[in-house]
């Protein structure tokens, strides 16, 4: 018998958001404040079923309902995490470590792909500040350069080159330091399953869900920008920033609308996902046109 | 003289007719059946707008296949050396289908509009204007449509008599569709996805048929009178 025998999903979910409320009103960290303030969605989460069997994961393939089998193939023990580049102290750390070092936190983020459909999703997770603090960025870092895992005999969509492999995401270190973005490590407070990037995967809620990159590597801090996967495939439809912007749209999917995973109909698309009171000050005086 | 009560040979469009119906139909009832019972997987909205597009395209690339398997049977047969069918007059009925096929075409691209309409713009024509603007695929789908509206509303024997040639001409669009239809299946289609490139190949193989029938093979299926060769 599991836990979900005795008590239902929709039950204890309840039961969490009202932790959750609580926690706030106690008060912990002005800056965890800040991040639950953000979450008091009143939103329906996205069912656990719907989260792990609909992904994009190009690692395995680009049917979006064939990852959740194909992925399973993945062996993520042990998992080695280099931090390196532009930083004072490098790390080369396992996963497991890296769990133990990091208290993770629940945070409910709405997931917006680019395709034009998203999620809500209770992730659990730590904020990728506290990593970066770890290892003391250098005055000369000013970006955050990802690399997830190339393996083709097991991720096997990586045995066709749709995209260039190992599968890379960048942020501007401002970005990366901001307590939205976090590093995720489970959810549904279960571990991360392997279709959703396990071990360790980066969300950053008010970007488009490519930025997110899965089954990460190495992280490496920069003085330059760094040329995403995405961005070598086709610099005309996907830039470096690529915000959650309605306005600007995408040659394929209006950036206009969404439809939520469990709905018939669309629904607007709301600038920054949603977080715009708490990130467009990072882009201020930005054209977003230009820097989609 | 014992007459059978049902006469395959005699009723052989019929048969063909119910046939095809029953399985250009199967699609359209499992999307409708799947969505009624909630099977129809974790995103309905792309299910339904990938389901009519494709099966719109399907039937558009079958109605144009019918004239090309009419010379292909003959051909096929021709090389078997069987008594029955090496004319092509032997295989006129088989056009009598197309019509039909042409029809769930519209039916498809329609359903795919309307599904487009309500459930992605939510009949906000403010919408609208900007995904024409924004997505110029939008437009070609759109086009495409047009033109199969007015096939589709021509397409009964009156509209065909009344209107005499120019019926031909005007069904000749149905190549210029078929073209908007790949551009606009190519436009939207997301990286990696072969499906495009195939509807491509398919509908290059029916008009290379047809180029090669009219020029270079004229003289190879003699028109023996009993035929609709204009």
Redesign the interface.
Known sequence: MNGSDITKESIYLHRRKFIAAAVSLLGTSSAFNKVLAANTLDEQLTSLH?IT??NNY?EFS?N??AIAILAQDLAITPWEITIGGEVEKPLVIDVSQLLNDFQSKRFVYPLRCV?G?SMVIPWQGFQLQQLLEKVKPTANAKYVKFNSLFRPSEMIGQR?N??EWPYVEGLRLDEAMHPLTILATGLYDKPLPKQNGAPLRLVVPWKYGFKSIKAITSIELTAEMPTTSWMK??PSEYGFYANVNPTV?H????Q??E?R?G????RKTKMFNGFENQVADLYKGMDLEANF | MYSMPFSLQKNKVIVAKCFIFLCLSYPAAQLFYTYSQNTIGTNPHKTIMGVTGEWGFICLLLSLLVSSLRRWLCLFLRALKVKFGRRLADWNWIIRCRRMIGLFCFFYASLHLAAYLWLDIGLDWEELYYDVKDRPFILVGISGWLILTLLALTSPNICMRKMGRYWRTLHRFVYLAAVLACLHFYWLAKLGDNRPVIFTLLLAILLLDRILFSTIFSNTLKDDGMEAKR
């Open positions: 719907d069997h609909y190009y680009t979006k309902e395709e459909w066709r749709v995209l495939s086709s749209a040659p394929r999917w209006s206009r609308r439809v995973i709905e018939l109909k669309k």
